[in-house]
């Protein structure tokens, strides 16, 4: 009961969390006037498929709690750590990658970090549902 | 490594939330041990035995290939 409690909680709070950052992402693109091109619309894209996978995290959450089960065990948590890994190696090729083509793409420092930052992000979702669904053995 | 895992709650008309919920694990995990596409760790190896009111070698049979 304290379990479901507390996983009811947690769900809770990735929801909030991911419809705040929803959010602000409308009121600042609203705000800045930004217009929709191919690196704004690229982002936006990476941004809503990072929501997604919060939104999934949440309902598989509630779906848990429901049943009275727990919503993480050590399955779970060997395919988050293995997941954790695989996308740091692959965030390592982004980043050379991105090093790479620096001075041939025209976009600004912080903007070039930001998309870096939403890079990881996708890549660990990449490598969540490759490890939970895709690859034949959990061990 | 197989199991008997299934043919074990058949028997004891156990459904795969009811055991998960009996170890403590998700309902997936289940799922994942019966296909055998999952080794469990010695504890949950020993909570599953447990349940059937068996060893753990009654329920998980190694192959030593």
């Known amino acids: 009961m304290q379990q479901n409690r507390w996983n009811i909680r947690k769900a809770t709070f990735i929801a909030v969390l991911a419809v705040s950052v929803l959010v602000t992402m409308i009121f ?43 919503a993480e065990d050590e399955m779970s948590k060997g395919i988050l750590r293995k997941s954790a890994a695989t996308a740091y190696y692959v965030s390592l090729y982004m980043w050379l990658a991105f090093m790479f083509f620096e001075d041939r793409i025209e976009l600004e420092r912080s903007t070039l970090i930001g998309a870096g930052i939403l890079g990881m992000a996708v890549i660990y979702a990449l490598s969540w549902i490759y490890h939970s669904y895709i690859r034949k053995s959990h061990d | 490594m197989t199991n008997r895992i299934r043919e074990l709650r058949a028997r004891d008309n156990l459904t795969q939330s009811d055991l998960a919920r009996k170890v403590g694990v998700r309902r997936e995990t289940i799922v994942f041990l019966e296909k055998g596409k999952y080794n469990p760790s010695l504890k949950l190896a020993y909570d599953i035995a447990q349940v059937f009111n068996l060893t753990i070698e009654e329920v998980f049979l190694f192959d030593p290939e």
């Open chain 1, 28 to 70: 600042w693109f609203v705000r800045s006037g930004a217009t929709l091109d191919f690196a704004g619309s690229s982002i936006m894209i990476i941004q809503f498929v990072v929501l997604a996978f919060a939104i999934i995290v949440v309902f598989r959450r509630l779906k848990s709690a429901k049943q009275n089960l727990p």
